[in-house]
Each structure stands twice: as C-alpha cells, then as structure tokens.
Nanobody
Framework: QLQLVESGGGLVQPGGSLRLSCAAS??????????MGWFRQAPGKEREGVSS????????TYADSVKGRFTISRDNAKNTVYLQMNSLRPEDTAIYYC?????????????????WGLGTQVTVSS
C-alpha cells in the first residue's frame, strides 16, 4: 500500500514562492515506478489537476493556469516529488494534494490515480 505525505504548505504573499514536497513510501512496489501528480481544491470548488510527472521524470504536464509559474520534479533516490510554485496569486489558494498512479503516461485526470495524500494548505494573501 502506497502512502503519500505532503508538506511545505503555508501562508505566502502574492508574488511569493513555496515548494511543496510529497514523500512516498510503499511496502511493495518501489515508489519510483509510479507516475505522480499534484491536484488542488479551492474553497467551494471542485478538485482540479495541477501537474503530473512520469516515473522517470522526463515527461511533465501542467494545467494552463499554472504554466510558466509552477515546476514539478522528482528525486527517485529520496522517493519524493516536488512542486515549486512561483509568482503565487490569491487564486492559487487551495488544499494541494499529491497522488500516484500505476499506469503509464502523465495525466491530470483524477480518476486515473490510485493513491492520494491528505493534502497541505496553501494560502496566498497579503
């Protein structure tokens, strides 16, 4: 059973930066074989896909709303995925979730993900 734990959230001013981390652990399949994704849910809104990265780290995808501002990466030696968030805006305020899927290919389709973390709160406000 894969376990995911997010960290790095907090309160930041508009224009600021945060780096989220997602630590993965599994008693079976090594976490580096999973495709990983970041999702977010803002107050009163549905959860949406933010970014995804392939198991090797060579392929990524981003939602249009974060392109050019957010960068996803992974360190398979540490079983950790990161989301570097720059030029943050108030509309980026949300709970950010890390997720993993066993299938190939990057995607931000939530239904394709098998495992989810509990989330970390990001608040962008002056």
């Amino acid at each position: 059973q894969l376990q995911l734990v997010e960290s790095g959230g907090g309160l930041v001013q508009p224009g600021g930066s945060l780096r989220l981390s997602c630590a993965a652990s599994d008693s079976g399949i090594t976490p580096r074989y999973y495709t990983m994704g970041w999702f977010r849910q803002a107050p009163g809104k549905e959860r949406e896909g933010v970014s995804s990265i392939s198991s090797s780290g060579t392929s990524t995808t981003y939602a249009d709303s974060v392109k050019g501002r957010f960068t996803i990466s992974r360190d398979n030696a540490k079983n950790t995925v990161y989301l570097q968030m720059n030029s943050l805006r108030p509309e980026d305020t949300a709970i950010y979730y890390c997720a993993a899927r066993t299938g190939p290919g990057v995607t931000t389709v939530q239904a394709l993900y098998n495992f989810w973390g509990l989330g970390t709160q990001v608040t962008v406000s002056s």
